[in-house]
């Protein structure tokens, strides 16, 4: 089974804003970027897409397939109270242990990693036992796409953020029975 792990353009949103769930747009590049995610998956006629609910990416979705399905499971971590604050202004003892432990401490009024992996897991095995022959592509944030990876490389969630995802980033997904590769596509 062949899966695409597509990240959402580039956000219209100032550097360093915490930004997860929100609801954020996308910038005025959006079309040329379209472009270039379109030359990296090629032809896309025998693909089923799925994407996470978020306007960043159903706007490229939809540029993809006009018959693509939403998932919440393809939602971004929740950040909750930090949604929309600049990183620089976090403080206190919350953010010193969501720090310290990202992977099971959630923000406050958020999600933590852990519980974003785990709906990424039930989300492949889902779509695996669906869709065995299919080729699929994901339109998704970069969290989810390294808890993705993480999973079906068997790597330590903690080290999963040494893995970098552009946006408008491709990578390909082998899932083989006995292994699984994946191939970082951005040309």
Request: net charge negative; hydrophobic share 40%.
């Amino acid at each position: 089974m062949e899966i695409y792990l597509v990240r959402h353009t580039r956000v219209a949103v100032a550097p360093g804003i915490c930004y997860g769930q929100s609801d954020v747009a996308c910038t005025t590049q959006f079309e040329e970027e379209v472009g270039q995610v379109r030359q990296k998956l090629g032809n896309l006629a025998d693909y089923l897409v799925y994407s996470s609910p978020l306007k960043r990416c159903t706007c490229l979705a939809e540029k993809l397939s006009a018959n693509f399905v939403m998932d919440n499971r393809l939602l971004e971590l929740h950040f909750g109270d930090w949604e929309m604050q600049a990183w620089s202004s976090l403080e206190g003892p919350q953010l010193g242990q969501w720090m310290a432990d990202f992977v099971n401490v959630p923000p406050p009024n958020g999600e933590s990693y852990r519980d974003l992996y785990q709906r990424c897991e039930e989300f492949l095995g889902e779509v695996s036992g669906k869709h065995q022959d299919q080729k699929l592509v994901l339109v998704t944030h970069g969290g989810v796409i390294r808890a993705i990876v993480s999973y079906l490389l068997g790597l330590p969630l903690e080290n999963s953020f040494r893995l970098a995802f552009d946006y408008g980033s491709v990578s390909l997904v082998d899932m083989g029975k006995r292994s699984h590769k994946v191939h970082f596509l951005n040309r």
